[in-house]
């Protein structure tokens, strides 16, 4: 069947190392919504985060962003669903961050939360192209339930922390890896694959005229779900091995490669 519906992740599949969208991408996406196809991003980013990306390729649909914790509209601001993180287990989760020394970062009504602005927060910052508000202590009793939390580590500390996650936080987070060194806390209902299931059905699309494509871990939902899941050439063995195809590394513009080759006429 022919793809009506496109979801692209962002960091290290769409943007490049210089985390920029190519004009070839940028062409291919705008041809693929002139045959009326519907492209959206799928990130792990916040909607503020997103945000500039949908405006740079005129993206007048719903973006799903948080790991699918938040969809909403980029053009008219709605939001279609919100699914944050149980108060009760945010606080057991971020009690256990406190107590271990584990630097997590706090994600509440679309504003990012930092104990202070260290090195990592700063570099997140440039990452995102956000700016983080210090609270200090605070960061422990946040005022709402979070959208996200999100730690970071050496990459070969994140399975420790991962398994002490679940451990604490039990069927009421779920947690994905959109680079080595973060490890992402949502609501065990909130992931990229029931969000784009969701977004699917909200367009009266079937899965299998869908496409994702992603490089991380996080992304193996919405691969999983799709009627074509493509991994990235940088991807992981593990996202690679969980896809139908495998198109080029996002250096060597893998997206555009593959909307050229599955999707445009």
């Known amino acids: 069947m022919p793809i009506k519906l496109i979801a692209v992740d962002l960091d290290d599949t769409l943007l490049d190392h210089s985390r920029t969208i190519s004009p070839r991408a940028r062409a291919a996406i705008t041809a693929a919504m002139a045959q009326g196809v519907t492209v959206t991003v799928a990130t792990g980013r916040m909607f503020r985060s997103a945000l500039p990306y949908a405006r740079q390729l005129g993206l007048d649909v719903p973006l799903i962003t948080y790991n699918g914790a938040l969809i909403k509209c980029g053009l008219s601001g709605e939001t279609l669903r919100h699914l944050p993180l149980d108060m009760a287990a945010a606080g057991k989760l971020l009690a256990l961050c406190r107590e271990r020394g584990w630097y997590v970062q706090v994600y509440l009504d679309d504003v990012l939360y930092v104990r202070e602005r260290d090195d990592n927060a700063r570099l997140y910052e440039t990452i995102a192209g956000v700016t983080a508000v210090p609270v200090g202590d605070e960061l422990w009793s946040p005022a709402g339930p979070p959208t996200k939390l999100l730690a970071m580590a050496d990459p070969a500390d994140i399975p420790a922390i991962e398994a002490a996650v679940r451990a604490v936080g039990g069927d009421r987070v779920y947690t994905a890896a959109s680079k080595t060194n973060y490890l ?68 060597a513009d893998g997206v555009a490669a593959a909307i050229e080759k599955y999707v445009l006429k």
């Open 184 to 251: 992402e806390m949502t609501d065990p209902a909130a992931n990229k694959g029931a969000a784009l299931a969701f977004l699917a059905g909200s367009l009266g699309i079937d899965r299998s005229e869908v496409m994702a494509i992603g490089d991380s871990s996080n992304d193996l939902d919405m691969i999983a779900y799709a009627g074509l899941g493509v991994a990235m050439g940088n991807a992981s063995e593990r996202v690679k091995a969980a896809a139908r195809a495998v198109t080029d590394a996002n250096d």
